[in-house]
């Protein structure tokens, strides 16, 4: 099970957009996806139409009460894609947590004990827009990181400390942890400034940059009211295709196939099953009908027989 976390300390760079939508499109690639919406404002358990006010089992009650992750799981309107929602409570999971000792490695212990992590392929952490203890949770359980990233100067700004914190949780409690890739999202490349960064982008991250882009695309901005993903709202907009291609890099990267080994044995015929040959054959071979009477060859001559004789 691959344990991705996206994160950015920046608010409004994408992040919860790019959770959902490359869970989604791993989900429709075959893979089995849980996403945990680690942020208060819970913007990504309204994206995949939950009511966070409605919720009475959240990520709250795995990190304050260790609570199961087995009792959390919810389906979605997406096949092969689940979810562990969040609430306004987890604002107040800081304070609680202050003097607990062991605090950062809660979410990874949880996900250690969760009986189902073998049928999972991913696991998706929606961090939220600081750098806090519900980050480092996510760090510490995560194997990959990807950064969404605005194509704007202030989200230059942030890149350093963020960068420090990945680095310091590899050096002390996730030497496993590696930078994935940055994202860009909300590209507009019709205006200088979004070159311009990507070019700054492109000189610190060197190949971490991905190749994707994410353009803006007002279809990604209506999804999240409508509670679906952009390939349920609007698969033939920029937003699908912006992402399809994004989750097709992206297992690219860490090296997994571009669809699931078991989608993939889905769909296979299956042995005893007609193939488009044999159904060939079938089509051009003579017709015997049910009651036809057998021809019996002439007594005593074989078919070569008959043909000799008739050749001479």
């Known amino acids: 099970m691959k344990r991705i976390a996206v994160i950015n300390q920046k608010g409004g760079v ?11 499109g791993l989900a429709r690639r075959g893979y ?14 309204v994206h995949v139409d939950k009511r966070p006010d409605l919720e009475s089992n959240t990520l709250t009650n795995l990190l304050v009460e260790d609570v199961p992750l087995k009792d959390l799981v919810q389906p979605t ?24 000792i ?3 490695t809660i979410l ?19 961090c939220p827009p600081s750098l806090g203890v519900l980050s480092a949770n996510a760090l510490v359980a995560a194997d990959h990181v990807v950064i969404p990233m605005q ?19 590899q050096k002390r409690l996730n030497p496993q942890l590696q930078i994935a890739c940055v994202l860009p999202c909300m590209l507009d490349s019709r205006t200088n400034l979004s070159t311009e960064v990507l070019r700054e982008i492109d000189a610190h991250f060197g190949s971490m940059l ?39 890099e992206f297992l690219g990267m860490i090296g997994m196939p571009a669809q699931s080994p ?31 009477t057998p021809v019996a060859e002439p007594h005593g001559e074989t078919p070569g027989a008959q043909e000799a004789s008739a050749s001479g």
């Open 14 to 24: 994408g992040k919860t957009t790019t959770t959902v939508n490359l869970g989604a």
């Open 32 to 45: 089995k996806v849980l996403l945990l919406d680690m942020d208060p404002q819970a913007n990504l358990t």
């Open 77 to 100: 309107t997406t096949a092969n894609l689940f979810v562990v929602p969040s609430d306004t409570s987890l604002a107040g999971v800081e304070q609680v947590l202050a003097n607990r």
């Open 102 to 104: 062991g605090r950062e």
């Open 108 to 126: 990874r212990e949880a996900l250690e004990a969760f009986p189902a992590a073998k049928d999972f392929d991913f696991v998706l952490f929606d």
């Open 151 to 169: 194509a704007e100067y202030l989200s230059l700004q942030g890149m350093a400390k963020l960068l420090e914190v990945i680095q310091l949780v």
């Open 210 to 248: 991905a190749k994707s882009r994410i353009r803006n695309n007002v279809k990604l901005a209506e999804a999240p009211s409508f509670g679906r993903s952009i390939f349920e709202h609007a698969p033939d907009s920029n937003g699908a295709r912006d992402y399809e291609a994004f989750a097709g």
């Open 262 to 292: 078991r989608a993939a044995v889905a769909e296979a015929p299956a042995a005893d099953s007609p193939t488009a040959d044999s159904q060939a054959a079938d089509a051009t071979a003579p017709t015997v009908p049910p009651n036809a």
